[in-house]
């Protein structure tokens, strides 16, 4: 008898059900849809946490620091954080570059004082251009030496670009005597804060390189073999890839796109820094894990690390406006690293269990 009423039910109810949702341009759903969607709901927060939420963060901020500040809101202000964040957006995008290949690079800030030095000798002697060719030049020249050291000598990212580090940041204080490298083209100097279509030019450099970079890692055989080497360096190499030049060709786009930092550095404070960087490997490794690029390697976007960018940027804006201290600010940042750290060891967790 329940099962003649279960069939009744079929044959009467649902298609009087189906044709009422048509008349009323299906609004009614069957009574089982809602569940189904709530789970879908679920599983896609679950698995987006990270990417909605960094966004979300970025919001909250600007509308903390607007209600605080009168001047926060503004477009001078604005331009401002632009031309602060995009020497950080280029070495963070090429920070991401290492970090897929579940690498790391801690020479970053000692490569942007030694390219600040050697542009600055260079424009000095021969002009804006060709200081600025050597320049980009010898930071992807850094990321060669660091590719091979990782891929050949078998060195831990980590020692090597730490090393590395320390070797740069005394070649640097030794081509400069220790001092400030002055006498750079005035016109150089200008170029850190002239307009492009409303735009500082630093700003749309570092978005020249977000789009390159974008470009590189979703749509070119390199990019493609970047995620493969962080995800699964000996599936990769089983696979056929040559996991050593993809090593090797990651910290020279490293290095190359922490010279462009440089370069926007450098013409911001108008003469060639020794010790110009110091704080952009922490800074750059905060943007890129929080911008939601694991540690681990083979997961995360050049897109995610701009609202990294953004929320260090702004964090750092909103707290210059308060008066509060470059010191607490590394302490923000250095928490914020934690807390980003922590979530991204919790989500690997929680897919291994599934």
């Given at each position: 008898m329940a099962e003649g009423l279960r069939q009744l039910i079929a044959e009467r109810v649902f298609p009087v059900r189906r044709e009422m949702?048509?008349?009323?341009?299906?609004?009614?759903?069957?009574?089982?849809?809602?569940?189904?969607r709530q789970e879908r709901l679920r599983n896609l927060l679950r698995h987006n946490a990270r990417d909605i939420g960094l966004p979300l963060a970025v919001i909250a901020l600007v509308i903390l620091f607007s209600a605080i500040s009168p001047v926060f809101l503004t477009v001078q202000n604005f331009r401002n954080i632009g031309i602060a964040a995009a020497a950080l957006a280029a070495v963070s995008f090429g920070q991401t570059?290492?970090?897929?290949?579940?690498?790391?690079?801690?020479?970053?800030?000692?490569?942007?004082?030694?390219?600040?030095?050697?542009?600055?000798?260079?424009?000095?002697?021969?002009?804006i251009a060709l200081g600025i060719i050597e320049g980009l030049i010898a930071g992807a020249a850094v990321g060669?030496?660091?590719g091979i050291v990782i891929?050949?000598?078998?060195?831990?990212?980590f020692i090597a670009t730490l090393a590395m580090m320390s070797?740069?940041?005394?070649?640097?204080?030794n081509l400069s005597s220790g001092v400030a490298v002055s006498g750079?083209?005035?016109?150089?100097?200008?170029?850190?804060?002239?307009?492009?279509?409303?735009?500082?030019?630093?700003v749309v450099i570092a978005l020249l390189v977000l789009a390159v970079s974008h470009f590189v890692l979703r749509y070119t055989r390199l990019?493609?073999?970047?995620?493969?080497v962080g995800g699964n360096e000996a599936a990769a190499r089983l696979s056929g890839i040559n996991t050593d030049f993809v090593k090797v060709a990651a910290y020279v786009i490293c290095g190359f796109c922490a010279a462009v930092g440089s370069v926007i550095l450098t013409a911001r404070v108008a003469s060639g820094q020794p010790t110009l960087g110091t704080s952009l490997p922490l800074e750059s490794v905060a943007a890129v894990v929080l911008g939601?690029?694991?540690?681990f390697g083979g997961r995360g976007s050049v897109v995610g690390v701009a609202f990294g960018v953004a929320f260090v940027s702004i964090l750092s804006n909103g707290l210059n406006l308060l008066n509060v201290s470059s010191y607490t600010q590394l302490m923000a940042i250095g928490a914020a690293l934690i807390v980003a750290v922590a979530l991204d060891q919790a989500i690997v967790r929680r897919r291994a269990g599934e």
């Open positions: 949702a048509k008349s009323v341009g299906g609004e009614i759903e069957r009574v089982d849809d809602f569940p189904r570059f290492a970090i897929l290949t579940a690498g790391l690079d801690l020479s970053v800030g000692s490569t942007v004082a030694l390219v600040s030095v050697i542009t600055a000798f260079g424009m000095r002697n021969q002009g060669l030496v660091n891929t050949r000598l078998k060195v831990f990212p070797i740069l940041s005394g070649l640097a204080l750079l083209p005035r016109g150089f100097g200008d170029l850190a804060y002239q307009l492009l279509a409303g735009i500082p030019v630093p990019g493609r073999h970047i995620y493969a939601g690029v694991s540690l």
